[in-house]
């Protein structure tokens, strides 16, 4: 009896060190949603953090460039669970949340030189940038799918603003707050960009924002919980605000 009673201790005991072993995943530095220097690392990483705590797991994040967040969390047995934010989109590799938010796609445009009303057509005259590996607005990835556009490539967000205010694109691939949030408290951006670039909202996309996990069994039943928590905890934000 005392060796059964040892082996179900045991058991338990392994089961709850599983259950408590902090989810591990990967991010990037795009303000003011999530990133290492920001006030808690941005509101996407604070809300993601509530859920997980009212589900009794720690979180733990860590910020890499976007390319390389996406890679380090595919491969079974990767160094993380999986990676945020990301917008809606099929990779069957990864397995999405419900929405943690949402992200207004447009273009940052030159103040001295403003493109007006954009559309699909007008597209191709101009050059344009995006940063590698992100989601564009639909029109613009379908565009580069077909070769119609053949847009520049940058690291970061803050490269192609830089190259806008410098006159080196006519416009960027931009969410509007990311644009807002680096002229305000960037130093370069601040300094080189500040009243030479504005935001073009003629041609915009609502996108939502999720957390992506590496498509396994036990991340099913995780981003399952994850959910339902989620939910608990914008209901008790809506109250308490």
């Not at 795009?30 to 953090?49: A, C, F, K, N, V």
């Not at 007006?116 to 940063?131: H, I």
């Not at 041609?203 to 995780?222: D, I, M, Q, S, V």
Request: neutral net charge; charged residues 20%.
């Amino acid at each position: 009896m005392k060796k059964w009673l040892f082996l179900l201790w045991s058991v338990s005991a392994s089961v709850q060190a599983v259950v408590a072993e902090p989810v591990r995943l990967a991010s990037l530095d795009w303000p003011p949603y999530t990133g290492h220097q920001l006030e808690q690392q941005g509101e996407t990483s604070i809300l993601l953090r509530q859920v997980f705590a009212a589900m009794q797991l720690e979180v733990q994040t860590e910020f890499l460039p976007w390319s390389r967040a996406i890679r380090a969390s595919e491969s079974s047995g990767a160094s993380y669970a999986g990676y945020f934010p990301e917008y809606q989109t099929h990779n069957p590799s990864f397995i999405l949340s419900d929405s943690l938010g949402s992200s207004e796609l447009g273009f940052v445009e030159s103040k001295a030189k403003p493109l007006g009303p954009l559309t699909a057509v007008l597209l191709p005259k101009f050059q344009l940038g995006v940063v590698q590996d992100y989601v564009n607005l639909t029109v613009v990835d379908q565009m580069i799918a077909r070769g119609q556009l053949t847009p520049q490539l940058a690291f970061s967000d803050r490269q192609n603003i830089l190259k806008v205010a410098l006159g080196r694109l006519d416009l960027a691939v931009i969410d509007r707050r990311v644009l807002l949030y680096l002229l305000e408290h960037d130093a370069e951006v601040k300094r080189l960009a500040t009243d030479k670039v504005q935001f073009n909202a003629s041609l915009t996309e609502l996108k939502t924002l999720h957390l992506a996990l590496r498509n396994e069994p036990e991340h099913k039943l995780l981003i399952e919980k994850f959910n339902q928590y989620l939910q608990k905890v914008k209901a008790d934000s809506i109250v308490n605000n």
